[in-house]
């Protein structure tokens, strides 16, 4: 592909331009990216390394989420960590391009292995005695191949055609990333066709997948209403994980691209929460309310003290 703009780079302006707010930025953003990274890898480590857990279906989704979100984190805060020490936050063209393309490929993907996260537990606790051969390990590659190439072409679609728009100048772009909504306002030509698009391919997706989540989770705790007590209470347990992480999800992004394009001031307040924030509160809320996530958890670290006493 080749884009015939005039614009080589673009300027982040950030949060602030004032020198001691972009300090708090600077501590603030690093310690939510290690604690992002460390939360989500602890996570994929656990369940790898625990025989019980890796060849639960529900885990594997699991240790594929906490990927996906270390992955995700690593798109928006290395870069937005490295602007808080210059005053002139600039990003190449084709890096402001491929920042876009990495963000919606792995939000698409995502969105996949949520849907496909409720259709496990709906399985499990509407369907228990079919659970073993309907959710086998030749479904969790499928569903996972299926979300890759989701994402993907969620993503493509998108990028080709905002690569063809031409710009020519301003450059400056009033956010902490490069989106697709900052970015339109600086092409110089007519984006209507283009943001009915984005809304179409990112806000109208967004508003259907998180409605039948919703749904498929309002069956679910309806159905257990015939369970004992203590299956009632470990389905509402598991499924109350999956729905906060759910609505984390899927309220930012559809606030972000659900809506006509104008702007907000706290918009970019969304974006910090939907990029940073949601991908650490993530593995918290699947470990301080999943018991057999802390003992396995507990168990690593028991294994890790024992190795270190050895040597």
């Known amino acids: 592909m080749k884009n015939l703009s005039n614009v080589n780079e673009f300027v982040l302006l950030g949060l602030s331009q004032n020198p001691n707010i972009q300090k708090v930025v600077f501590v603030v953003f690093l ?57 002139r936050k600039t990003i190449s063209f084709e890096g402001c391009m491929m920042q876009i393309f990495a963000e ?13 996260m409720a259709y496990d537990r709906y399985v499990a606790i509407c369907k228990p005695l079919h659970y073993s051969s309907i959710m ?30 031409p710009f020519c100048g301003p450059n400056v772009i009033d956010h902490i990333m490069c989106d697709l909504y900052p970015l339109l306002k600086l092409a ?8 009915l698009l984005v809304i179409a391919n990112s806000g109208s997706i967004c508003i259907i997948i998180f409605s039948l989540l919703l749904i498929s989770y309002g069956v679910i705790l309806f159905s257990v209403r015939t369970h ?44 910090i929460f939907c990029t940073m924030l949601t991908p650490l509160l993530n593995p918290l809320i699947y470990t301080l309310r999943n018991k057999d996530m802390k003992n396995a958890m507990r168990k690593v670290w028991n294994r890790l003290v024992a190795l270190s006493d050895n040597k």
């Open 188 to 195: 110089c030509t007519d984006t209507h066709v283009f943001r």
């Open 31 to 87: 310690f939510v990216y290690i604690a992002t990274i460390g939360g989500n890898m602890l996570t994929v480590v656990t369940i790898i390394c625990s025989p019980a857990l890796r060849g639960s279906p529900m885990y594997i989704f699991l240790a594929f989420l906490s990927f996906l979100d270390a992955c995700f984190s690593s798109v928006i805060a290395p870069k937005a960590i490295a602007d808080s020490f210059f005053e």
């Open 228 to 271: 004992s007590s203590e299956g009632q209470r470990k389905a509402l347990s598991t499924c109350g994980s999956h729905i906060a992480v759910v609505v984390l999800f899927f309220v930012p992004c559809i606030f972000m691209y659900a809506r006509p394009p104008s702007a907000f001031f706290f918009d970019k307040f969304v974006a």
């Open 104 to 116: 919606h490929f792995l939000a698409g993907v995502e969105v996949i292995v949520l849907t496909a």
């Open 136 to 165: 086998n390990w030749r479904i969790c590659v499928t569903l996972i191949g299926v979300s890759w190439t989701g994402g993907f072409l969620h993503s493509i679609v998108q990028i080709l055609f905002t690569f063809q728009l």
